[in-house]
């Protein structure tokens, strides 16, 4: 009966080793199927100039609101078209604040999605290499 016992063991054993490795075997993943290709192009943050980079970012997110023509009915004051109206808001931080949305300052742009991770990072790399009227 020992005997048998131990037979029977081995056989499981067997039979569950079978079992996995056939369960593992039809484990076949296709690398392209689980990470299609998407073209990642990175975020360029080198070389930015306000009149370049800056100033259409601006112009495209931020002066619909922002423009000296309409700034004192939809931006508060607050004139982000020309250079040395915008400086002001880059020393006081809050330009920076307000499109990185850390709760600082109202969040920008107004009403509308969180500009892309590159984009803030473009106008931050200007920032930090500072902020020149380039
Ligand atoms: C739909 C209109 C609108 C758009 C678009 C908009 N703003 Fe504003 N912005 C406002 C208004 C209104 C205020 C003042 C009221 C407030 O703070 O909520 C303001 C305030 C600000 C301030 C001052 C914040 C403070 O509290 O000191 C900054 C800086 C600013 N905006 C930057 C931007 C930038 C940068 C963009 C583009 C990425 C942008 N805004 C887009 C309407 C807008």
Redesign the pocket.
Known sequence: MATLNKMTKKITLLFCLGCCSFVTSCYYDKKDQIYPQVAVSACDTTNITYQAVVAPI?NT??N???ATAVANK???G?I?DNYASVKP?ITNN??LN??VQNGK??P?????PK?DACTISKIAAWINKGALNN
């Not at 920008?108 to 509308?112: G, I, S, V």
Request: some cysteine; aromatic content about 4%; proline content about 4%.
């Open positions: 601006l997110n931020c619909s609101c922002h939809s931006g508060a607050v982000l808001y809050s330009l307000s499109i300052v109202s920008m742009p107004l009403n509308a500009m």
